[in-house]
């Protein structure tokens, strides 16, 4: 990977190590069938350990890769659990132009009318 930087140079960044491939991996496959999975299940089909998921799905969820859809009452958790889905599976779910069009609407609302 590469991209510009502030300072007009090209910077190469590092591969998306191992844990990273699989966790987004295992959020592609249940996208697939249709369902968003918590940190464990993610951590189960990838393979990984549930500590090394869950920073890995915390950096991801700072870098936009996956996203939260929702939370889901588990037996045996306190607390909700997050739901993630990998975010293009988000992108692709919303009508193209959507964003297009609130930006319209807002810069529209702002434009002041012409002086006479």
């Given at each position: 990977?590469?991209?510009?930087?502030?300072?007009?140079?090209?910077?190469?960044?590092?591969?998306?190590?191992?844990?990273?491939?699989?966790?987004?991996?295992?959020?592609?496959?249940?996208?697939?069938?249709?369902?968003?999975?918590?940190?464990?299940?993610?951590?189960?089909?990838?393979?990984?350990?549930?500590?090394?998921?869950?920073?890995?799905?915390?950096?991801?969820?700072?870098?936009?890769?996956?996203?939260?859809t929702?939370?889901?009452?588990?037996p045996?958790?306190?607390?909700?659990?997050?739901l993630?889905?990998?975010?293009?599976?988000?992108?692709?779910?919303?009508?193209?132009?959507?964003?297009?069009?609130?930006l319209?609407?807002?810069?529209?609302?702002?434009?002041?009318?012409?002086?006479?």
């Amino acid at each position: 990977m590469s991209g510009p930087s502030r300072l007009g140079r090209k910077v190469t960044w590092r591969p998306r190590g191992e844990v990273r491939q699989a966790i987004g991996a295992a959020a592609q496959a249940y996208m697939a069938e249709g369902q968003p999975a918590t940190i464990r299940e993610l951590a189960a089909r990838a393979g990984v350990g549930l500590i090394a998921a869950q920073q890995c799905v915390s950096n991801m969820l700072r870098a936009g890769e996956l996203a939260a859809t929702g939370t889901k009452a588990m037996p045996g958790v306190k607390r909700p659990v997050l739901l993630l889905v990998p975010v293009a599976a988000v992108a692709a779910s919303e009508p193209a132009g959507r964003d297009l069009g609130r930006l319209l609407a807002g810069w529209s609302a702002k434009v002041r009318p012409p002086r006479t």
